[in-house]
């Protein structure tokens, strides 16, 4: 953790669900009077659709009225039956997996409130970690909730503020709150983006061809919209825009800058630019410095697709070993790491990845995958890769052992469940029947994001 910033566990009690599992989310807005933000809002988040698969909703206003289309699912599915009508001059949007709060459709968001004279909407990707003492203490109040999120306490904050206008309500609200949020806020005349002032979520702006604006997770969303990159949000600013273009402010400082190096090893989309750095370029930087580190022989490299492509290429460029695909992967199963319950993760493996036997029998393999969280996935694969007939089996991973939960919405919140928080290494290596074993080092990974004093990144989970 970076020098003077706070521990997760500093910030009091966790508001997440016990014995749940956490992601993240995705948020998209868009201000362009005179443009369909509506249909730009739904390609913004088919472009996030990596970031959550619960759930989706969008929302579009015309300043005085509010259309509203959520549903669960997939995008594909969520907005089978019908999509966003109301021509408009701002949108809003979110794919959803749940960080707190059940998995039903009262709980799809944009979530919205009526502020003073207006409506205030608000899509979030994070978790907070003081929400359950603020809900309580809201509840006692007399405020009544309409879903079981901690995105909500935001809202009723916001909305609850006695400050005149939307930037000092939001400024004021969000002081009380701790933890990890990227929100986007619709309101009549405004879409508003804020991050956290730790900058633990991305969040980026964008400027579409007819010079309105776009605010998403990542920049590949900017890129289905064909809006080019302005530049990231800023950890604790705001940045507000409109008909006039966009004005930013800070509203909380905070001494420690720390994004969640998780983006560039798992969740984000290689396409994605994060923090001046291209994912893509900096997963390849994974796997050369894990071949400089990797001290075995073997006949082949193959990653475990999707995440681990990038980082096998990188190994393959540096160690001079063969690239070959080693797992054939079905496009049409879901992500396993964020599949709600245990069992749907393990009946999903087989269905997912099929092994290519002509490119393993009889070889030393190299496996590339990006991290390991329980190990039910790597094993799967490596019994796979086995009965394929692989002679070897090493398993590189482009990321130190994953050792903590996170507190800040990633899906590693139970630490008994992380099999190296119960076990070492050679005992990992061991329990997936391996030849060998090697985690990308701690140092491997700072240098690999342009971070060797640890200034930029929160690496909680691994330390």
């Not at 009077?33 to 739904?42: I, K, N, Q, R, S």
């Not at 006692?140 to 909730?145: I, K």
């Not at 994004?259 to 796997?287: K, L, N, Q």
Request: glycine residues 10%; charged residues 20%; proline residues 5%.
């Amino acid at each position: 953790m970076t020098k003077g910033c706070p521990k997760g566990a500093a910030f009091g009690p966790v508001s997440f669900r016990p014995n749940a599992w956490h992601e993240e989310c995705g948020v998209f807005g868009v201000s362009a009077p005179g443009e369909a933000v509506g249909d730009l809002c739904y390609l913004g988040l088919f472009a996030l659709q990596h970031r959550g698969q619960e759930s989706a909703g969008i929302a579009v206003t015309n300043g005085l009225h509010i259309d509203t289309v959520k549903g669960m699912g997939l995008m594909s599915v969520a907005f089978r039956e019908s999509r966003p009508t109301l021509e408009g001059h701002a949108a809003i949007g979110h794919v959803r997996y749940s960080t707190t709060g059940a998995s039903h459709h009262s709980n799809i968001q944009p979530i919205f409130a009526h502020a003073r004279d207006a409506f205030v909407g608000l899509a979030h990707n994070g978790n907070l970690t003081n929400s359950v003492a603020l809900k309580e203490e809201m509840l006692e109040a007399g405020v009544r909730f309409q879903t079981t999120t901690d995105s909500e306490v935001m809202l009723n904050l916001i909305a609850l503020s006695k400050q005149r206008s939307i930037e000092d309500r939001i400024a004021e609200g969000l002081s009380r709150v701790e933890g990890a949020y990227s929100l986007v806020i619709l309101t009549p005349d405004k879409v508003i983006g804020v991050r956290d002032p730790n900058g633990y979520r991305p969040l980026c702006l964008g400027r579409l061809p007819s010079g309105g604006l776009a605010l998403a997770s990542e920049s590949c969303a900017l890129d289905a919209v064909k809006a080019e990159l302005v530049r990231d949000v800023l950890p604790g600013e705001m940045v507000v825009t409109s008909r006039d273009g966009y004005e930013s402010r800070v509203f909380k400082t905070s001494e420690c800058h720390t994004g969640c190096v998780f983006e560039y090893i798992y969740f984000a989309r290689p396409d994605s630019v994060m923090g001046g750095m291209g994912v893509w370029e900096t997963r390849h930087r994974f796997g050369r410095q894990l071949a400089r580190e990797f001290m075995g022989e073997a006949d082949v490299v193959i990653p475990v697709p999707d995440t681990g492509i990038t980082a096998a290429l990188g190994f393959s460029a540096e160690s001079g070993l063969p690239y070959t695909e080693g797992l054939m992967k079905n496009r049409y199963v879901g992500r396993s790491f964020i599949m709600p319950e245990q069992l749907s993760r393990e009946a999903t493996v087989e269905m997912k990845l099929n092994p290519i036997r002509a490119n393993l029998k009889g070889k030393r393999v190299v496996l590339i995958d990006d991290s390991i969280v329980r190990g039910t996935t790597s094993a799967k694969i490596i019994s796979l890769l086995r009965a394929a007939g692989a002679r070897e089996v090493h398993l590189c991973v482009s990321s130190p052992p994953i050792t903590h939960p996170c507190y800040y919405g990633i899906d590693t919140s139970i630490r008994k469940e992380l099999i190296a928080a119960v076990k070492s290494v050679p005992e990992i290596k061991e329990f997936l029947g391996l030849d060998s074993l090697h985690y990308l080092s701690k140092e491997g990974l700072l240098t690999a994001v342009n971070d060797p004093g640890q200034r930029e990144n929160c690496m909680e989970c691994f330390t």
